[in-house]
């Protein structure tokens, strides 16, 4: 028969006593059960990331109300001095009575004279210094206007030109009353409201007349070549004595005389 087997020996069991069911496993148990020190050179558990995102989060919110209640404060001060202000601008629109003026007590300091402006003579000028003497140069001849063009020396030469006068040849029987004229572009002979017959060039200057005055005068200029003025009676009272002379000419020449030519071609009479 088999001998029956000696018993084992069983191992010992820890002093720990057991864990009551359902009973909460807390922060410190944990940590006090299995030490969260990790071996250096890894990097921080979740917890760790955890514990700095939050306080993160909380700075982040702390800093976003102070932005949003420090301006609404402010704005609550701005308001608060506006209505304090217009509190005082509408105090101030209501008339105060006066409130009497004090008496001014004479100062017993005497008053300091007030110095009197005196006038600040500018002092004269300094006599300016003499400056090196320069030999005095002859001035030099001043440059010839400059030569003008072909053109412009025609225009002035037609210009000094004298102008082209005519001539008027006044034949007989010829007569002149008050008020009109025999004449060319240079010279006129008129007989004049006053009785006078006098000869004028363009300029409106008088080169002769016959002195005779009065009312009513004709200039007739006769078929025997004699120039005659009659009164208003029909008297003549002025005569260029040329009588003797048929077929003779009363020419207004280009010269600005006025003449009276001979059938012949000689000079009988001349202004």
Request: aromatic fraction near 4%; proline fraction near 13%; hydrophobic fraction near 35%.
């Amino acid at each position: 028969m088999s001998e029956p087997s000696s018993p084992q020996p069983q191992p010992a069991k820890s002093a720990t006593p057991p864990e009551k069911p359902g009973s909460p496993t807390g922060f410190a148990d944990t940590f006090r059960r299995k030490p969260a020190r990790g071996p250096r050179g890894l990097t921080p558990g979740p917890r760790v990331w955890s514990a700095t995102a939050w306080t993160a989060a909380v700075a982040a919110v702390g800093a976003v109300a102070a932005l949003v209640v420090v301006p609404l404060l402010l704005a609550g001060n701005d308001d608060d001095q506006e209505e304090r202000a217009q509190t005082v601008v509408a105090a101030s629109e209501t008339p105060e009575s006066p409130s009497p003026s004090p008496s001014v007590k004479e100062s017993k300091k005497p008053e300091k004279p007030s110095p009197s402006a005196t006038p600040v003579t500018p002092a004269p000028p300094a006599p300016p210094a003499p400056g090196p003497e320069v030999a005095s140069s002859p001035e030099a001849p001043a440059p010839s206007a400059s030569r003008k063009s072909a053109p412009e020396e025609k225009e002035e030469k037609e210009e000094k030109k004298a102008p082209e006068w005519t001539r008027t040849v006044i034949s007989a029987t010829n007569i002149l009353s008050t008020g009109e004229s025999w004449k060319t572009n240079r010279i006129r002979m008129t007989m004049q409201q006053d009785g006078n017959l006098v000869v004028y060039n363009e300029d409106d200057n008088a080169l002769w007349a016959s002195a005779t005055f009065g009312e009513g005068h004709t200039a007739r200029f006769q078929q025997d070549g004699n120039l005659v003025i009659h009164n208003g009676d029909d008297r003549p009272i002025w005569a260029s004595q040329t009588n003797g002379n048929p077929g003779a000419q009363l020419v207004l020449r280009k010269d600005g005389k006025v003449v009276i030519v001979a059938a012949g071609g000689n000079v009988v009479w001349s202004s």
